[in-house]
């Protein structure tokens, strides 16, 4: 099983509003069957780390590319993420293996 992580990096005191927009993201792929619950969460401000920094994570059983035929985007995403463009700086993302034990 592998943890995705995606990182956005967004414009100054805009944190909360891009979680909300990212939590909404994540709750659009679920519904789709597309994806496991995800948690959000954010950095700086009250808590140490990177300044307007927002996180999005969550399971996959195997990696697979996001551009496949059988995960097309959900129906009324793109509002959504035209809005997240307007405030993100940068966005990047990160897989890790979790560790089972055996």
């Given amino acids: 099983m592998f943890l995705v992580r995606r990182i956005f990096k967004v414009k100054k ?3 909360r509003k891009a979680a909300e927009l990212i939590t909404q993201i994540g709750a659009m792929y679920e519904k789709a069957g597309q994806r496991t619950p995800s948690r959000v969460y954010i950095s700086g401000g009250g808590v140490p780390g990177p300044a ?6 969550w399971t ?3 990696l697979r590319s996001a551009y496949r035929e059988q995960n ?12 997240l463009r307007e405030l993100q ?14």
């Avoid at 097309?72 to 809005?83: C, H, K, Q, R, S």
């Avoid at 700086?89 to 055996?102: A, C, M, Q, V």
Wanted: hydrophobic content about 30%; charged content about 30%.
């Fill in 60 to 62: 996959e059983e195997a």
């Fill in 89 to 102: 700086e940068e966005t990047s993302i990160e897989f890790y293996d979790l560790y089972s034990g055996s």
């Fill in 72 to 83: 097309p985007v959900p129906p009324g995403m793109d509002p959504v993420y035209a809005e």
């Fill in 13 to 15: 005191g805009k944190a």
């Fill in 52 to 57: 307007d920094t927002v996180y999005m994570e």
